[in-house]
């Protein structure tokens, strides 16, 4: 089994802020993960698959990058309408969630 | 619109039987995998297991396995969650999504239903 973490598990940021979250897999996983963003009270909603890929109508203040092990989603200049828990995933595995906040 | 459209809330007694469903729509239903994602209150998504609707191939998570079963009626676009003997800790909101796999690139849950609210309580 592979097994997912994340960091930080949250952050407080200010509005306009660059915000990166990390992903690590147990082992490698070459491009295959997305990223999800929860907002509270709301249904998870794809952000980027393929490590990188921007899902259509997503901002493209986000953006991913990463291979193997290492994987990182970027918010360019955080917005209000941002704060949500960011999930990264491999198949059957999810990671344990990012909660982002304003400052 | 490609969309999956959840049964409603649920609330049972523990060892009640309960089979919810997800309705798709929008898309061929046939040519892509279900998921059911669980969200126990107040934590994270946990990948539960997927089923091919064109042939019922079905996978589940070591976790789920023998805890669940999942199913689906291709001619009425439905795939099912079901359990023969609720527990309280299955109290959670459930997620069916479409899984779409990108060659060479894994895959990802794109399309997600509204979720169903399971509550056990005696």
């Known amino acids: 089994d592979i097994q997912m973490t994340q960091s930080p598990s949250s952050l407080s940021a200010s509005v306009g802020d660059r915000v990166t979250i990390t992903c690590r897999a147990s082992q490698g996983i070459s491009n295959y993960l997305a990223w999800y963003q929860q907002k509270p009270g709301k249904v998870p909603k794809l952000l980027i698959y393929?490590?990188?890929t921007l899902q259509s109508g997503v901002p493209s203040r986000f953006s991913g990058s990463g291979s193997g092990t290492d994987f990182t989603l970027t918010i360019s200049s955080l917005q209000p309408e941002d704060v949500a828990t960011y999930y990264c995933?491999?198949?059957?595995?999810f990671g344990p969630g990012t909660k982002v906040d304003i400052k | 619109e490609v969309q999956l459209v959840q049964s409603g809330a649920e609330v049972k007694k523990p060892g009640e039987s309960l089979k919810i469903s997800c309705k798709g729509s929008g898309y061929s239903f046939t040519s892509y995998w279900i998921g059911w994602v669980r969200q126990m209150p107040g934590k994270g998504l946990e990948w539960m297991g997927i089923i091919y609707p064109g042939d019922s191939d079905t996978r589940y998570s070591p976790s789920f396995q023998g805890q669940v079963t999942i199913s689906a009626d291709k001619s009425i676009s439905t795939a099912y969650l079901q359990w023969s003997s609720l527990k309280a800790s299955d109290t959670a909101m459930y997620y069916c999504?479409?899984?779409?796999?990108?060659?060479?690139?894994?895959?990802?849950?794109?399309?997600w239903g509204q979720g169903t609210m399971v509550t056990v309580s005696s």
């Open positions: 393929a490590a990188s």
């Open positions: 995933q491999k198949s059957g595995d």
């Open positions: 999504a479409r899984r779409v796999v990108v060659v060479t690139a894994g895959d990802a849950f794109d399309i």
